[in-house]
């Protein structure tokens, strides 16, 4: 069994995050290191997937799911419920935790603004 990550350790509640959605299959918290006034990863609680690529062969309706909360968070939360939504795929795209995660970010975005 592969290590943990640490977002596996923010779903079984043994680190602290500060989590703004949660259901069954989906965890959504704020982002440590902010890159936009509003920062929030959507998560799916299964590790199953190391990546959206993976992700999305393997379970199409979980992703359209975090597609979905993300739209929910930025309404609550965000610029007039505008978004960007970033999935680092790989080393190289600066993906660093490869546990299937989307970034959602909103509020006075520059153009060349990604996560
Ligand atoms: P990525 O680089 O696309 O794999 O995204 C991983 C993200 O997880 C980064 O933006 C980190 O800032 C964020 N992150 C890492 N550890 C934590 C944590 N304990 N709580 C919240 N966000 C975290």
Avoid: W
């Amino acid at each position: 069994m592969a290590e943990p990550t640490v977002f596996e350790k923010i779903i079984a509640r043994e680190i602290p995050a500060e989590i703004v959605l949660e259901n069954d299959r989906i965890i959504a918290f704020t982002d440590i290191h902010p890159q936009a006034p509003m920062h929030v990863l959507v998560v799916p609680k299964t590790a199953r997937y190391r990546d959206v690529v993976e992700l999305a062969q393997g379970d199409p309706e979980l992703l359209a799911e975090m597609v979905q909360a993300a739209r929910a968070i930025a309404r609550e939360r965000g610029d007039g419920g505008d978004f960007r939504l970033v999935f680092n795929t790989g080393e190289l795209a600066g993906q660093t935790v490869f546990h299937a995660h989307a970034h959602v970010l909103a509020g006075s975005l520059g153009e060349g603004s990604l996560a």
